[in-house]
């Protein structure tokens, strides 16, 4: 039985199978999920209002159909309990973060990915995607393409190291 869509959602009269179930199925039948965004899906197969894309940082809203809605990652942010800790390794404020240089990079990653292929965004070995720290907004030091090809970068600007490639899985410390 095809579980009951959630308010706001379009009544089909069929039955299939729900959109984030359907997206989810496909992203784990392709085997690949090492930088894939995977939809985050209610019980009942709708998706869930805030999904986030977890090697990039950067989270968005949607419709219970996973559209897209626009401008609203500061509006509906995930709630992550905090603990102390947390909280005091966290260097800048949750909007000091967001408008990093890294995580501004993402952006712009993530809008040239839309503007060639569309929403929802598929992979794009083409297009480089960042990998902010969470906590401080700077580029985390190991950045790695879907080739697996990494290498080191400063962590304020993004700035590639040089003599600091390495392939992805290697027992390797950047300086």
């Not at 209002?49 to 990652?73: E, I, M, N, R, Y």
């Amino acid at each position: 039985m095809t579980p009951a869509p959630p308010k706001g959602a379009p009544h089909h009269t069929q039955s299939i199978t729900p959109p984030c179930q359907e997206k989810l199925q496909a992203v784990l039948a392709n085997g690949t999920l090492i930088g894939a965004y995977i939809p985050k899906c209610e019980k009942n197969g709708y998706y869930e209002p805030v999904q986030c894309w977890g090697s990039v940082g950067s989270c968005w809203c949607v419709t219970p159909d996973g559209k897209h809605l626009d401008a609203t990652p500061p509006i509906c942010q995930p709630s992550i309990k905090k603990t102390k800790s947390d909280e005091s390794q966290s260097l800048f404020s949750k909007q000091d973060i967001s408008s990093s240089r890294c995580f501004r990079q993402v952006q712009q990653a993530i809008g040239d990915t839309i503007l060639i292929h569309g929403w929802p965004i598929p992979i794009d070995k083409r297009i480089f995607i960042p990998k902010c720290d969470p906590k401080t907004g700077y580029f985390q030091l190991e950045q790695c393409s879907r080739e697996s090809q990494c290498w080191c970068v400063d962590k304020f600007f993004g700035n590639q190291i040089k003599n600091t490639e390495h392939a992805a899985g290697d027992n390797y410390t950047c300086p």
